[in-house]
């Protein structure tokens, strides 16, 4: 598995002990503001398993973000359907304590730049509600492209609407860096 760094990071595969930090991450009220629910422990495992299937199947996804040997989240690229297609997504979830550093802007960069070996346009989608991080989206030089109700959110739940982002590589090819 390719493991990315960046002048501050590592992001890097996952390690059992990750679980538990990534638990406590998942049951932040804060963290998961704008997401439908909080995880449980099981539920938090369940998305690490899913991950590192992600992982072995394309060698690459969502790697977790080390700083200074401490888990600080995951930011990555993942294959996704929610647009109704097959479309490669960057995205991040970051403990508190690693918010207003930079961190996700910088782990996404890397990200982006690994994922444009394999496709030529990237998308990130979040709760219209979002605004952090449709921020990063922005420094990243994503440019928002439209609102949607997302598939899995049930009619009526306040984060239903969604925004995508979209980045093209350069030349629109794959292998072509923004």
């Known amino acids: 598995m390719t493991e990315l760094r960046t002048e501050r990071l590592l992001l ?46 394309h060698g690459y ?41 930079g961190y996700a802007t910088e782990a996404a960069r890397a990200a982006l730049e690994f994922g444009f070996d394999h496709v030529d346009e990237i998308i990130s989608v979040t709760a219209l509600t979002n605004e952090r991080s449709w921020r990063v989206m922005e420094r990243l030089g994503m440019q928002r492209s439209g609102e949607f109700d997302h598939p899995r959110i049930p009619n009526g739940h306040r ?14 090819q794959p292998g072509q860096r923004p």
């Open 61 to 101: 996804g969502l790697w977790a973000v080390d700083v200074e040997g401490r888990l600080a989240g995951f930011t990555g690229i993942q294959w996704t359907d929610v647009l109704g297609g097959n479309d490669l997504e960057v995205g991040w979830r970051l403990a508190r304590w690693a918010w207003g550093h």
């Open 12 to 57: 890097r595969r996952w390690h059992e002990t990750d679980r538990e930090p990534m638990a406590a991450l998942n049951a932040d009220p804060e963290v998961m503001e704008h997401f439908p629910a909080l995880l449980d422990r099981a539920q938090s495992d369940s998305g690490i398993d899913g991950i590192k299937r992600h992982f072995e199947q």
């Open 159 to 172: 984060l239903r609407r969604h925004v995508v982002y979209r980045l093209p590589s350069a030349g629109g």
